[in-house]
Every structure is written in C-alpha cells, then in structure tokens.
C-alpha cells in the first residue's frame, strides 16, 4: 500500500502509513521518484532505488511496452542514486 501511495503521489496518505509504521524498506523502484517530497521522505525512512538490484532498469524501460519513453521518470531515478 505504501508503493501505491507514492506512485500514485498521495502524499497525504503516505504519511500516514509511515506514521503507522509501514515500512519503506519494503517498497520497490518506483513512479514515487518523480514526487521530490515524498522522494525526500521515503528515502529518509530506507527506501532504495537500487532494491533489488536492477529493478530500476525494469521498470524504467517502456519501450518493449509500446508506450513512450519518459526521460523525467529515468531522470528522477537517476537523481535518487540508481547504479
């Protein structure tokens, strides 16, 4: 639930699930890199880019899906340390 309010850019929501005690180590590379603030506050509380290792690459890259590429979404992941 925590990965869907940041992908989703729920702040409001996100915030609660943290202050119940979601865990952000859990969450996976995601469309949540592309909200800086809620970027800022799952990074803070463990969240990673690069768990697992090369996820990121996955799920950045669109084009086997028919669908246009999105340089600000590989841009923000890039920008939260993807390696």
């Known amino acids: 639930m925590l990965q869907a309010a940041g992908n989703g ?12 005690g979601a865990d952000a180590t859990r969450i996976d590379p995601g469309r949540w890199v592309i909200y800086p603030e809620l970027a800022e506050i799952l990074l803070a509380h463990g969240a990673n880019v690069n768990v697992p290792e090369g996820q ?17 979404y590989v841009e923000a992941l890039l920008d939260r340390g993807v390696c």
Do not use: K
């Not at 850019?9 to 202050?19: T, Y």
């Not at 990121?56 to 600000?72: M, Y």
């Open 9 to 20: 850019g729920h702040g409001e929501l996100l915030r609660l699930l943290l202050a119940y």
């Open 56 to 72: 990121w690459i996955w799920v950045s890259c669109i084009g086997n899906n028919s669908q246009r590429d999105e340089p600000t």
